[in-house]
């Protein structure tokens, strides 16, 4: 059974670093073709994806955040980690984690965690 | 970057009503070497995480039920549903994963008539 969660600060100031957690089980990203990605969603508006790394550590990044981003990996510990560097209101959001197998779409997707930045 | 344009935005729809939906992108998302739309369908409930319909722009995803079914190639696509359930009530959206960055449309909302 594939599972994901996000964790995260809850709240953060402008000019902050967001740091996000992905846990997951019933896959691993050592697999050959497995991935996680990380997706946000303004409260009701669309989805925007972030970031993707590969079981082989390569890595994928929306060019539309200019270098704010870094996705990384613990692969012993069924985690992806990701970094936004200086926040503004405009990354509050919530945040998706989701697997990617192969060059498939993303077939399973956290629940999602709420990060607010305010001042 | 690949722009996904889905209309309607919104559409109010009875039980048991056909419902089709337009999800288009800017560039081919067919893939000459394998054939295959790079296309995905989602749909997202209130207060739930989205949720893969369809892949390959036609390839249900288990456990989804027969009435959901894609449509399309190249640059335009369909999701239909054959007879709407009170269930489905939910906004729905397509993803491009051809190329980076992946993009998604704006999304279709059903609402009940």
């Known amino acids: 059974q594939v599972t994901l969660k996000e964790s995260g600060p809850g709240i953060l100031q402008p000019s902050q670093t967001l740091s996000l957690t992905c846990t997951f089980s019933?896959?691993?990203?050592?697999?050959?073709?497995?991935?996680v990605g990380w997706i946000r969603q303004p409260s009701g508006k669309g989805l925007e994806w972030l970031a993707n790394i590969w079981w082989d550590d390569d890595k994928y990044y929306n060019p539309s955040l200019k270098n704010r981003l870094t996705i990384s990996k613990d692969t012993s510990n069924n985690q992806a980690f990701l970094k936004i560097t200086n926040v503004d209101t405009a990354d509050t959001a919530t945040y998706y984690c989701a697997r990617i197998l192969g060059a498939a779409p993303f077939d399973y997707w956290g629940q999602g965690v709420m990060v607010t930045v305010s001042s | 970057d690949i722009v996904m344009t889905q209309t309607p935005s919104s559409q109010a729809v009875s039980a048991g009503e056909k419902v089709t939906m337009s999800c288009k992108s800017s560039?081919?998302?067919?893939?000459?070497?394998?054939?295959?739309?790079?296309l995905a369908w989602y749909q997202q409930k209130p207060g739930q995480s989205p949720k893969l319909l369809i892949s390959w722009a036609s390839t249900r995803e288990s456990g989804v039920p027969d009435r959901f079914i894609g449509s399309g190639s190249g640059t335009d696509f369909t999701l239909t549903i054959s007879s709407v359930q009170a269930e489905d009530l939910a906004v729905y959206y397509c993803e491009q994963y051809y190329d980076t960055p992946w993009t998604f449309g704006g999304g279709t909302k059903l609402e009940l008539k």
């Open positions: 019933g896959f691993s990203l050592s697999t050959y073709g497995m991935g």
């Open positions: 560039q081919s998302l067919l893939y000459s070497e394998n054939k295959k739309n790079y």
